[in-house]
């Protein structure tokens, strides 16, 4: 398929003015793709960078310090798994040295109570730590590794110790979903602020394996009801962040608050991305930090340009009052869907592509395949 996408220089709004980017508030720093994990959903792309490419301490050092002068307030340290990085500390200190606020997202494996005792030292202000299930054989099984809810459990526990802020970052799915209610228990029992439910998003790793994670109508009725009562009981006692499965509601999510508009991505090798899944579009090229200032791709890189403004969107976005409270939807779920990134995100109510979807997922849901996973691994390459 010969598809476009829109290259404006000067992306423009619908009079035809031309936007100026604001600045980034956050950054997701992905340092590393490797992880003794292999989730079947992992946000990382299926052609994934290998150690010998990755940005070392001192150029991620430099990657924070142009970061924060652009205006970037907080770094996600994140992965694959950040603590498969032996010089983690080095990179969190960098990080706290640049004025930023540092969020380490981690699945727990390889962190040691004397490793999350440095990374405290060093600068790490909250952690953020995943959850493939509840128990040990739904985590270990979706997690691809034996044993790793037990050590889940245990860093938990350390992190209370150390009195680490928590998120608790449940990933919910067509195989986990009927376990919320136990999943939004155990981050209160780990003394978690707050629980992120996200349910899976439907690229890259996860696409290939939609008949086995896919949630039902049913289950995204359910979770809406779960997440309502609980944030009505705990209210003021932990905070519960949803990312419903946008595949079953009336309009898409408004992803990553606009393209190019409030956050970037760092890849291992220092590639530059408008969202996480951005290499899911292959129009679009990327800039990367060892050759081009990190300002200057933000404010001038064709990848952030391409879908910033009004001007790119199609019918039926272009007439909608909605267009600047969801900017069309997500790019990456309309590449995913539609194999075009630049049509309305199809996974919306008004979308010419809503009814084939829909069927689509109707087809799926029949012949869901539970037992059919596809684990994240290094040189898969469809
Ligand atoms: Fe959002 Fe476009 Fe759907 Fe309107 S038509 S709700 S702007 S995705
Ligand atoms: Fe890329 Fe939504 S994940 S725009």
């Known amino acids: 398929m010969n598809v476009q996408v829109p290259n404006l220089d000067s992306p423009r709004d619908f009079q035809g003015n031309p936007v100026t980017p604001g600045l980034p508030i956050a950054m997701l720093a992905e340092v590393t793709h490797r992880c003794p994990l292999s989730c079947p959903y992992c946000s990382n792309p299926l052609e994934l960078v290998r150690g010998q490419a990755e940005l070392s301490a001192a150029e991620w050092a430099d990657v924070f310090r142009q970061a924060a002068a652009l205006g970037v307030l907080q770094v996600h340290v994140s992965g694959g798994e950040p603590a498969s990085r032996r010089d983690l500390t080095q990179i969190v200190a960098a990080a706290r040295d640049a004025g930023l606020y540092v969020n380490l997202i981690t699945s727990g494996l390889g962190l040691t109570l004397a490793r999350l005792r440095e990374l405290d030292e060093a600068g790490v202000d909250h952690v953020q730590l995943s959850l493939q299930g509840v128990g040990r054989d739904m985590a270990d099984r979706i997690g691809g590794l034996s044993g790793s809810w037990d050590r889940k459990m245990q860093v938990a526990r350390w992190v209370g110790e150390i009195g680490f802020p928590l998120t608790l970052n449940a990933v919910v799915h067509l195989q986990n979903m009927e376990s919320l209610p136990e999943m939004i228990d155990l981050a209160l029992d780990m003394g978690a602020r707050r629980i992120e439910v996200a349910t899976v998003q439907f690229h890259g790793w996860a696409d290939l ?95 952030f340009n391409a879908f910033r403004g009004t001007a790119w969107m199609p019918e039926p976005c272009a007439s909608c009052d909605r267009k600047t409270v969801d900017f069309g939807g997500c790019r990456c779920q309309a590449m995913a869907i539609a194999g075009d990134p630049a049509v309305t995100d199809p996974v919306c109510s008004l979308s010419p592509l809503n009814a084939d979807l829909h069927a689509q997922l109707d087809a799926d849901a029949a012949a869901a395949a539970p037992d059919d996973l596809t684990y994240r691994r290094m040189g898969k390459q469809s």
């Open 209 to 303: 394996n939609r008949r086995a994670l896919m949630p039902t109508r049913e289950q995204a009725v359910f979770a809406r009801k779960v997440v309502n009562e609980a944030r009505e009981r705990l209210r003021g006692r932990m905070v519960i962040d949803y990312v419903p499965a946008d595949h079953h509601a009336q309009f898409p999510k408004a992803c990553m608050g606009g393209w190019g508009s409030t956050g970037l991505n760092v890849t291992p090798d220092g590639t530059v991305l408008p969202c996480h899944a951005a290499q899911t579009i292959p129009q679009l090229q990327f800039d990367n930090v060892r050759d081009r200032a990190l300002g200057d791709i933000w404010t001038n890189g064709t990848a």
